[in-house]
């Protein structure tokens, strides 16, 4: 069975703290998004979708996954 | 592009940076947008919009670009409302249904995910924990976009939570510099001297911006669509 492998960062933390999961290559995408929350932030989520739907957002790069928190404009 | 209010002849103005002078007397490189954007602002449809809109009006400056300068399946498409941009959010389950009629803030992760869903276009976010002391390290990003892509930029932060349009960037001899499309003015349509005049399109130093805030950029991928 085939691995690919992420790094998983969590940028909003000026310590960069990170994550390295390697899954199948066979794995979906969301379910790995689903994990990565849960593993960087230590709660558990219902579904990847909830994922998307929270203040922080995950940027793809390259084989690297940076969780980035959301910008609220409005005020000046 | 125009359209009509009952109190305002809503013409608004295009490319509100035309003529602007550098900020400094020696230029090493200046990378602007290439084509024509609208200036959308608080209040510039007939909704007042001030306090919240501003992230939804930078938007629509970037969706001006792609309607007119875009590729086949954008171009002379149409700027969506304030409701519009609301609705294509719920839509795409990013916001729930009472988002809509809301006067809540967006951003420029919900900017990517509208341009995405009305033209087809996908953005890149850059995101820069460090604010504007560390937003020197991505300026050769930032010249490679004017210069790839030409279309114009939204960035927005935290703590500094005013929405910017970035028109082009710029390194002079002593400082390296965003051409900032500000959409907060509120009031009738101004010529392009007044709004030069007032500041509401200036250039700004990186070392202005706020250093405690981060900032994420939405870079629209336009280049070979």
């Excluded at chain 2, 809503?10 to 954007?37: K, M, Q, W, Y």
């Excluded at chain 2, 030409?150 to 510099?177: F, W, Y």
Aim: proline share 6%; hydrophobic share 35%; glycine share 8%.
């Amino acid at each position: 069975m085939s691995k690919v492998t992420f790094k998983i960062t969590l940028t909003s933390d000026p310590r960069l703290p990170y994550k390295v999961l390697s899954v199948p290559d066979s794995t979906p995408f969301t379910a790995v998004l689903k994990f990565a929350a849960e593993e960087v932030r230590g709660r558990s989520l219902v579904t990847a979708r909830a994922a998307f739907a929270l203040r922080n957002v995950f940027l793809k790069h390259g084989s690297e996954l940076r969780i980035i928190p959301r910008d609220r404009v409005g005020a000046w | 592009m125009t359209a009509r209010n009952g109190s305002w002849d809503l013409a608004l103005l295009r490319n509100a940076h035309f003529g602007l002078p550098d900020p400094e007397t020696t230029i090493v490189r200046r990378s602007l947008v290439s084509g024509e954007c609208l200036y959308f602002h608080y209040g510039c449809d007939g909704q007042d919009d001030r306090g919240w809109g501003c992230g939804y009006r930078t938007l629509q400056t970037l969706s001006s670009w792609l309607c007119v300068n875009g590729s086949q399946r954008s171009y002379q498409k149409l700027v969506p409302s304030l409701p519009e941009i609301q609705q294509a959010l719920v839509t795409m389950e990013d916001k729930p249904p009472s988002f809509i009629g809301s006067r809540e803030w967006i951003g420029t992760f919900e900017a990517a995910l509208v341009l995405d869903h009305l033209y087809d276009v996908p953005c890149r976010i850059l995101h820069v924990p460090g604010g504007g002391s560390e937003l020197h390290h991505h300026f050769e990003e930032l010249h490679h976009h004017f210069e790839t892509h030409g279309s114009p930029v939204m960035m927005g932060g935290d703590r500094d939570n005013s929405s910017k349009g970035i028109l082009g960037v710029c390194t002079g001899a002593q400082e390296i510099h965003m051409l900032v499309l500000d959409p907060h003015y509120y009031g009738p349509p101004l010529e392009r001297a007044a709004v030069q005049h007032s500041g509401w399109v200036s250039w700004r130093s990186v070392g202005s911006l706020d250093h405690c805030s981060f900032y994420n950029l939405c870079l629209p991928q336009t280049a070979g669509k």
